[in-house]
């Protein structure tokens, strides 16, 4: 006996479990708290299924009528329609997924989770990038429908303008969140590979630098003799004989160092690498922070501002001071001081990983990593005094020249 809408609405919880059968395989399965379920009990290829069509009222006895005989139609047709049904739901999930996995949306995700390895300089550069130029082009499109030129057509102002070291680095980026978005499962394929090799190649240009042991000794003595803002100087002088990159020590906190063991800890934060490094202090730098100190020690900054003690110089500012003294671009820069020990240290015959140790290049394994920090410290306290030592008798060198020639 069919089932009515009144015997639908009517049917009550009992304490047992009801199926109020409308015929056709169709029943209302009423449980024991009441609730009132459609369900369809069929066979297929000998075996006994069931099909779930949802819940009184919000599927009507005439609704689950229909889907009734839908579900017959394609049995008549050989096809199991609860199969059917999980086909189609899955094909909905994967194109409400496909939707959802943009390529700001993919790329957002690496990005959190790729921007505790960067130094807080090099997130904001990367995340700039994403905002202000990719996203805008290519971020509403789904990774699942991006092509190679897609990426091509990004890069094509940077490379119309010129700016094509600029192109080279939009593409790497890219090409960082294709690759996450296929180990991820998103797509098949990292469609942005090798597109770098359809752009201008960009020429390599290495910062200027003085090596020659002769031009160290003049710079260190015209150092020597500059004239100017006190953080500036000092900068400039400690500079040569740590040398870290330019805004590692020009952003370092008085709280960073440790005199009585001679140490200088720069935070994770402030590393390109974002990892702690360690740069043991010469008895030289020891000298010229004790005399810093007198200067800017009740602040924070060892190189405040002219303008407020809270806020450090910037890079421009003992840059300035090299091309007041005669140092153009093509001759010497701040990241220069990094190429002078890089290559006067490999010159006089310190070990290399030492010298890459102490420069916080990137180890390629975290084994050689914590090997280098427990076996190769000492070394590189001897290193640090060694090439401070061989700073002071390059500055004094032309200086006993000139006396002699007196």
Same mark, same amino acid.
């Given at each position: 006996?069919?089932?009515?809408?009144?015997?639908?609405?009517?049917? !009550?919880?009992?304490?047992?479990?009801?199926?109020?059968?409308?015929?056709?395989?169709?029943?209302?399965?009423?449980t024991?708290?009441?609730?009132? $379920?459609w369900?369809? *009990?069929?066979?297929?290829?000998?075996?006994?299924?069931?099909?779930?069509?949802?819940? #009184?009222?919000?599927?009507?006895?005439?609704?689950?009528?229909?889907?009734?005989?839908?579900?017959?139609?394609?049995?008549?047709?050989?096809?199991?329609?609860?199969?059917?049904?999980?086909?189609?739901?899955?094909?909905?999930?994967?194109?409400?997924?496909?939707?959802?996995?943009?390529?700001?949306?993919?790329?957002?995700?690496?990005?959190?989770?790729?921007?505790?390895?960067?130094?807080?300089?090099?997130?904001?550069?990367?995340?700039?990038?994403?905002?202000?130029?990719?996203? &805008?082009?290519?971020?509403?499109?789904?990774?699942?429908?991006?092509?190679?030129a897609?990426f091509?057509?990004?890069?094509?102002?940077?490379?119309?303008?010129?700016?094509?070291?600029?192109?080279?680095?939009?593409?790497?980026?890219?090409?960082?969140?294709?690759?996450?978005?296929r180990?991820?499962?998103?797509?098949?394929?990292?469609?942005? *590979?090798?597109?770098?090799?359809?752009?201008?190649?960009?020429?390599?240009?290495?910062?200027?630098?003085?090596?020659?042991?002769?031009?160290?000794?003049?710079?260190?003595?015209?150092?020597?003799? #500059?004239?100017?803002?006190?953080?500036?100087?000092?900068c400039?002088?400690?500079?040569?004989?740590?040398?870290?990159?330019?805004?590692?020590?020009?952003?370092?906190?008085?709280?960073?160092?440790?005199?009585?063991?001679?140490?200088?800890?720069?935070?994770?934060?402030?590393?390109?690498?974002?990892?702690?490094?360690?740069?043991?202090?010469?008895?030289?730098?020891?000298? $010229?922070?004790?005399?810093?100190?007198?200067?800017?020690?009740n602040? !924070?900054?060892?190189?405040?501002?002219?303008?407020?003690?809270?806020?450090?110089?910037?890079?421009? *500012?003992?840059?300035?001071?090299?091309?007041?003294?005669?140092?153009?671009?093509?001759?010497?820069?701040?990241?220069?001081?990094?190429?002078?020990?890089?290559?006067?240290?490999?010159?006089?015959?310190?070990?290399?990983?030492?010298?890459?140790?102490?420069?916080?290049? !990137?180890? &390629?394994?975290?084994?050689?990593?914590?090997?280098?920090?427990?076996?190769?410290?000492?070394?590189?306290?001897? $290193?640090?005094?060694?090439?401070?030592d061989?700073?002071?008798?390059?500055?004094?060198?032309?200086?006993?020249?000139?006396?002699?020639?007196?």
């Amino acid at each position: 006996m069919k089932l009515s809408d009144a015997a639908v609405r009517n049917a !009550k919880a009992n304490g047992k479990v009801q199926k109020l059968s409308d015929g056709g395989g169709l029943y209302l399965h009423v449980t024991v708290t009441g609730s009132k $379920l459609w369900r369809m *009990a069929y066979r297929f290829e000998g075996k006994q299924k069931l099909l779930s069509f949802g819940a #009184y009222p919000a599927v009507s006895l005439k609704d689950a009528r229909h889907r009734r005989d839908d579900a017959k139609e394609l049995l008549a047709r050989g096809i199991d329609p609860g199969e059917e049904k999980k086909q189609a739901r899955e094909e909905k999930l994967a194109k409400e997924r496909e939707e959802r996995d943009t390529f700001e949306f993919v790329a957002r995700e690496w990005f959190a989770k790729y921007e505790p390895t960067l130094s807080e300089k090099h997130a904001k550069k990367l995340r700039r990038y994403l905002e202000n130029t990719i996203f &805008p082009v290519i971020g509403g499109k789904p990774v699942t429908q991006l092509e190679p030129a897609n990426f091509l057509q990004l890069v094509q102002p940077s490379e119309r303008l010129g700016h094509h070291e600029t192109a080279h680095k939009l593409m790497r980026l890219c090409g960082q969140v294709t690759r996450y978005a296929r180990i991820t499962g998103r797509v098949k394929y990292d469609v942005a *590979a090798g597109l770098t090799e359809a752009l201008t190649p960009v020429q390599t240009t290495h910062f200027a630098a003085v090596t020659l042991p002769d031009d160290i000794g003049q710079l260190l003595r015209d150092i020597d003799a #500059y004239v100017g803002y006190t953080s500036v100087v000092y900068c400039l002088k400690i500079l040569p004989y740590v040398f870290t990159r330019p805004s590692e020590l020009r952003l370092a906190h008085w709280s960073e160092f440790d005199f009585k063991n001679a140490t200088w800890i720069i935070p994770a934060s402030r590393m390109k690498m974002r990892r702690e490094h360690v740069v043991p202090l010469s008895k030289q730098v020891l000298v $010229l922070l004790n005399e810093l100190h007198a200067y800017t020690g009740n602040g !924070k900054l060892l190189f405040p501002s002219v303008r407020a003690l809270t806020t450090p110089i910037s890079d421009a *500012a003992p840059l300035a001071a090299l091309r007041r003294m005669g140092y153009g671009k093509e001759t010497m820069t701040l990241h220069g001081f990094r190429a002078m020990a890089s290559t006067r240290l490999n010159e006089l015959g310190f070990r290399a990983d030492v010298i890459e140790a102490q420069l916080a290049h !990137k180890e &390629p394994d975290t084994v050689r990593l914590a090997y280098n920090r427990a076996e190769y410290m000492d070394e590189r306290c001897r $290193l640090m005094q060694a090439w401070a030592d061989y700073l002071d008798g390059l500055r004094n060198t032309q200086q006993k020249r000139s006396k002699e020639e007196v």
